[in-house]
């Protein structure tokens, strides 16, 4: 067996067969019991050499069932309460967490590219998909990317405000840190500021490391990104190339689990066999220096520069077209093994040059990220509604644009509201008694104050600190300002 640059998906990051001295067998692990229970007790040692934030949870039979434990844990049993970014790919095809999936494979394609709201075959998956700022590195400039990212986290702000108005606020947060598919990332400025949206709405973030885990260089890629990011997320699931999941939980999250459901003497009564999981985890481990070397030797074997490809460690995207595979033709995903035999890579180039090709990911990620940007909430379609259901229905759409004006409209939160102001926020063919029920409802969410001011009482409402832009962060972006500048 060697290495085709795909192996299987990405399943067989580490080849168990010894081929040089880099595939050398490593002398038998005895793992007492073989089982997901016997994992608990190995696991902690090889953690606590990677990060001291996060701790083992437990295992599941694949990547994708890891990714629907954590989001249920996340909601409580609720996937509709969870958000998912814009082209991230949930699950496999045999999880009902399919159907939330945006990224969209098409077969011989050169990568899979975020689908577009009108070109998503779930309503669910439409009504829980939001926009996050991924794009391709340097294919942006600085002044682009930040305009890109604020209209992002700006409309990620409003739905997330809208659901706390209906009362039904989500509880989690789905992303990938690089998408498998085509190599979006999010930059350091984006993931402090879904940091900061996260604390402000009181979120759980669920961190899918299924393809980064291992292949990045370290264990967990997230140690790579902000200290403030890595402080919200709650979940990272693990899987692929450990032939089972494998979901870590914070320390905090961790113990909150522990009050909530404490230990029953009762125990489980099957196990997975988890002795597989620990030797190749060894296995990266023990390899993880060589990771520089073997994506240096790929991009010889392609015939590649480095400023041709991006992706991190053994997740490369280029130019090239591995013809062999029947999908995602320009992703290569070697194994971890320096000296590993390649196999027969049948290779062609493509119409135009690694420059271009960047760019033309880059705008179709970017395009249809956009496109989520202005998607809103639907009407209720192909249902027999009651005219109380249709009221109710119609009123949660004039919240969603009450909310979207108000946000997009307003610039100082010290400003008290004016007729004028309420009005210009209110949508189209709205009158005033519904004007003031939206502004109580955004009063009940904590968004807005009231008080009465004149001999008239009259009332007045003043917005909340940090409801309109609770993401932006001035130093930041002072300091990619000073960027810019240098530039010119």
């Known amino acids: 067996m060697g290495d085709d640059l795909a192996n299987n998906w990405g399943v067989n990051l580490c080849i168990p067969e010894t081929y040089g001295r880099s595939l050398r067998a ?14 608990a007790s190995v696991l902690p040692s090889l953690l606590s050499s990677e990060t001291d934030k996060f701790v083992y949870e437990r295992v599941a039979i694949c990547g994708s069932q890891a990714n629907s434990w954590a989001i249920d844990d996340a909601t409580d049993n609720n996937a509709s309460l969870c958000l998912f970014a814009a082209g991230s790919y949930v699950a496999g095809d045999t999880s009902a967490l399919q159907s939330y ?41 600085p002044e682009e990317l930040v305009k890109y990212e604020d209209s992002c986290l700006e409309a990620v702000h409003i739905r997330l405000c809208w659901a706390r108005v209906r009362r039904v606020p989500y509880k989690a947060l789905f992303l990938e840190l690089m998408m498998a598919g085509n190599g979006g990332i999010l930059s350091h400025r984006a993931l402090m500021a879904i940091g900061r949206l996260a604390t402000f709405h009181n979120l759980c973030v ?35 190339w450990l032939k089972l999941g ?9 113990q909150k689990r522990t009050k909530l459901y404490p230990y029953t003497p009762r125990g489980a009564s099957t196990f997975l066999t988890a002795d597989e999981a620990i030797l190749h985890w060894r296995t990266v481990k023990s390899c993880m220096k060589e990771v520089p070397l073997k994506r240096a030797n790929v991009l010889k074997k392609l015939k590649l520069k480095e400023s041709d490809v991006w992706g991190e460690g053994l997740i490369v995207f280029g130019p090239v077209r591995r013809e062999t595979m029947h999908g995602l033709k320009c992703r290569y995903l070697p194994t971890i093994h320096a000296h590993s035999p390649f196999e027969y890579v049948n290779v062609s180039k493509q119409s135009f040059s690694a420059a271009e090709f960047r760019s033309h990911i880059n705008d179709m990620i970017v395009d249809a990220t956009r496109k989520w940007i202005s998607d809103g909430p639907q009407p209720r379609a192909n249902e027999e509604l009651t005219v109380a259901e249709q009221k109710l229905d119609a009123e949660r759409l004039r919240d969603f644009s009450f909310l979207a004006n108000l946000i997009q409209n307003s610039t100082d939160s010290k400003e008290e509201t004016s007729e004028d102001w309420r009005n210009q926020c209110m949508p189209v063919k709205a009158n005033r008694t519904q004007g003031e029920s939206a502004l109580s409802r955004l009063q ?45």
């Open 444 to 488: 009940v969410a904590g968004f807005i104050e009231q008080k009465q001011v004149g001999l008239k009482r009259k009332r007045k409402w003043k917005l909340t600190n940090n409801f309109l832009a609770p993401w932006k962060m001035e130093d930041v972006d002072e300091v990619l300002g000073q960027l810019m500048s240098a530039q010119q």
């Open 101 to 141: 999936s945006s990224s969209e494979f098409v077969p011989r394609a050169e990568l899979a590219l975020t689908m577009v709201p009108e070109d998503v075959p779930s309503p669910k998956c439409r009504a829980n998909t939001i926009p996050l700022p991924y794009h391709i590195a340097g294919a942006m400039s």
């Open 26 to 39: 490593p002398p038998p692990q005895k793992v007492m019991g073989s089982s997901e229970s016997s994992i």
């Open 206 to 240: 669920i961190v899918d490391e299924i393809m980064t885990g291992g292949r990045t260089g370290q264990m967990f890629y997230l140690l790579t990104k902000p200290a403030s990011f890595q402080n919200v997320v709650t979940h990272v699931t693990f899987g692929k």
């Open 246 to 254: 494998m979901i870590f939980l914070s320390k905090e999250w961790s």
